[in-house]
């Protein structure tokens, strides 16, 4: 089979976060690569050169990609029986039970089933609840199908996705050694730094874990914040504090929202894993996702009433800065609450296009709050002491100090 595909490797779901830089990657490393989408839209901007999501230096690369004829696009699952290898970039979500859901997974495989071919190998790239690769193995071999599963976790920064697939070490996993090292032949073409070979399910928990440190780590950091604020105090000036040539500190990050979609989900997952256990992830749950109640509390107990009169503007939307995804944003939360205890709610944010969206301007001149939900570098520039008549809350420490 290997010397009659069309493509060294098809990506299904490659006009995603995920999928598209790694093709792009993969592409401009040498590899045919196909990126099978049913996203139309997105995949004719691919194919003009452009990203359909904010990625460092992401046209420049994809344009090389796209002139060398490493990568193409494609609507047309024949890709997938074109292919070598095939990615496929899916995850296993948690329902409100937590319990996870592998419908998504199975879906795709019973949709494309005709199409996957006895000799390929099957790369789970998205991040999947313990023991899914086993599972997907399974049912693969259940439909008379003769395909190798690996999974080999994403582990990129959103928006810098390029940048991180070249350097960072690869994680990869097989179910026997001939598979391993053709999944480590095949990542050692696009990454100059190490891979690191691992279980199944090592793997998979490697990323579960990697995600709930981060989100345990906000959460900390989140918590110090509502302990100072809860007594009166300037957390930013105990951070500093803290922090200050002193080395056992600098690995706090600042509080904030800590939000996206990966830490809470997989903090989700691991908690679904250890049968509702996990005592830590559960707590950091209950911090992150409650410093919007707690920003909204704060203000409720210093306007008392008249905070049913006052306009909330609320400053980005992204779930991150310097990001256009909103997914699992922890701003549209603070928008929800806020309108119920507010007059109204100003949104603005300037990589996201809503229709409901207004003008930073507009914003600035007709709120009597305004909250630094998302510090994009472009709100810096904002001065709170040019604006006597608002009430600026910035969690994150990131605007100048109204003094």
Request: with cysteine; proline share 4%.
């Amino acid at each position: 089979m290997t010397n009659q595909t069309k493509y060294e490797l098809c990506i299904v779901g490659g006009a995603g976060h995920v999928g598209l830089p790694l093709g792009v990657v993969f592409a401009n490393a040498g590899v045919k690569t196909v990126l099978f989408d049913v996203n139309q839209e997105a995949l004719n901007k691919i194919q003009s050169g452009k990203f359909p999501f904010k990625e460092k230096d992401g046209d420049e690369a994809l344009g090389t990609a796209i002139k060398s004829g490493s990568l193409v696009t494609s609507s047309s699952p024949e890709s997938i029986a074109d292919s070598k290898f095939v990615v496929i970039v899916i995850g296993t979500p948690i329902d409100e039970y937590l319990s996870p859901q592998f419908g998504g997974i199975t879906r795709v495989i019973d949709k494309y089933i005709n199409h996957f071919r006895d000799g390929q190998i099957i790369i789970l790239r998205s991040t999947v609840y313990p023991g899914t690769t086993e599972k997907v193995q399974q049912y693969f071999e259940s439909k008379n199908k003769k395909v190798k599963l690996s999974f080999c976790p994403e582990r990129i920064l959103q928006g810098r996705a390029i940048e991180d697939l070249k350097v960072l070490p690869q994680i990869i996993s097989a179910f026997d050694d001939e598979t391993r090292n053709e999944v480590t032949k095949l990542f050692q073409k696009s990454t100059k730094s190490d891979i690191v070979a691992v279980s199944a399910m090592e793997a998979e928990l490697a990323k579960l874990f990697t995600n709930s440190w981060r989100y345990i780590r906000f959460a900390v950091a989140n918590q110090f914040f509502m302990i100072a604020e809860s007594h009166g105090l300037e957390y930013s000036s105990i951070e500093k504090a803290m922090k200050h040539n002193y080395p056992r500190t600098q690995d706090l990050p600042s509080p904030g929202f800590a939000a996206g979609p990966c830490l809470l989900k997989d903090t989700m997952q691991l908690a679904a894993f250890t049968n509702n256990n996990f005592w830590l992830g559960h707590a950091a749950m209950l911090v992150n996702e409650g410093l919007v109640n707690h920003l909204i509390g704060k203000l409720k107990r210093e306007h008392s009433a008249e905070l049913k009169e006052k306009t909330i503007g609320i400053l980005g939307m992204a779930y991150k800065a310097e990001s256009d995804d909103h997914r699992d944003s922890l701003s549209f939360k603070l928008r929800k609450i806020a309108h119920v205890e507010c007059r109204s709610v100003l949104c603005t944010d300037p990589y996201m296009s809503d229709a409901s969206f207004v003008s930073l301007d507009h914003v600035l001149k007709n709120s009597n709050i305004v909250i630094l939900a998302t510090p994009h570098p472009e709100y810096r520039e904002i001065n709170p002491k040019d604006y006597p008549n608002i009430q600026f809350v910035d969690m994150w420490n990131f605007l100048p100090k109204n003094v």
